[in-house]
């Protein structure tokens, strides 16, 4: 099937919402999905979910370990736990 | 009841980005979260045997985590008397007479309610990663929590920038629906 240059699937859609959450969406692809969103519902309550979660991640400041900081403390405690078994 | 069980050798992967989530939101030092982490770890495994079964094996670490928490503070509080306070006051003629209370930050801003509710949010948001297959929640966390680009984590996990796009679709869509029943 010929790809539209405007018009895109709900999967294409989803995706492009995706990057989007993280400012990686191109403009022309931003557009793409502004239009699919104008009309499908599916789209319109997928994109809706996916800000909220985001929304949800930068109210709450999360954070977490950096793999070599996990790594670093996953060290010093196996050297503890063979000494314990 | 006494019917959880602890299991050492999980601890690090299961529960340490809850736990450094739960310090840095209350101490605000990423060192001294990591030091207070790994403690926690260590205290939990000399104190194994006190393990009743009646808490789950986080809920057990949580309270040793909120014990160091507390002697953390006890400790720097001790310190306090001895502390010394250094500002630069403005010496220009033009700002003479301006009051000290306008170089605090605005108390308003953000509560100790809203500290704490945002705290809760981002367990609830660990907890959810949790559940997430490991390949999964390595990805989503180093995309969306640590904000490395595309290109780090594809190289760093040998993966292709789509694989990437169609883990992080998976794991957001899994993380809504997991957000949408406890939180939202």
Redesign the interface.
């Known amino acids: 099937m010929k790809k539209s240059f405007l018009f895109i699937s709900c999967e294409e859609a989803k995706h492009i919402c995706d990057k989007n959450q993280y400012g990686e969406a191109t403009g022309w692809e931003r557009v793409k999905l502004a239009l699919r969103l104008s009309w499908c519902n599916i789209t319109r309550g997928y994109s809706k979910n996916n800000s909220k979660l985001t929304d949800a991640i930068h109210k709450s400041e999360i954070d977490c370990l950096k793999e070599d900081e996990k790594e670093k403390i996953l060290e010093s405690f196996k050297e503890e736990l063979i000494k314990h078994q | 009841m006494a019917n959880h069980q602890l299991n ?2 999980n ?2 992967n299961s529960y ?2 809850y736990l ?2 739960y310090t ?2 209350r101490v605000n030092d990423r060192e001294m979260a ?1 030091d207070l ?2 403690e926690t ?2 205290a939990g ?2 104190s ?1 045997s006190n393990f009743k079964g009646e808490a789950s094996e986080r809920t057990w670490l949580v309270s040793i985590l909120k014990r160091k928490i507390i002697d953390y503070y006890r400790k720097i509080n001790s310190n306090k008397g001895k502390a010394e306070v250094r500002m630069n006051y403005n010496t220009d003629s033009e700002s003479e007479g301006d009051w000290l209370e306008e170089r605090v930050a605005d108390p308003f801003d953000k509560t100790a309610e809203d500290n704490l509710e ?2 809760e ?2 367990n609830a ?2 907890e959810c990663i949790s559940k997430l297959p490991k390949k999964q929640a390595e990805v989503f ?1 180093q ?4 904000g490395y680009d ?1 290109e780090t984590i594809c190289n760093e996990l040998n993966i292709t920038a789509s694989n990437l ?1 169609v883990i ?2 998976r794991a ?1 869509t899994a ?2 629906e997991c ?2 029943e406890n ?2």
């Open positions: 050492p050798n601890w690090i340490s980005d450094f989530n840095i939101s990591k982490v790994s770890f260590l495994l000399k194994m945002n705290s949010l981002g948001i660990h966390k995309k969306t929590i640590l595309t796009w992080i679709h957001r993380l809504a957000m949408e939180w939202f």
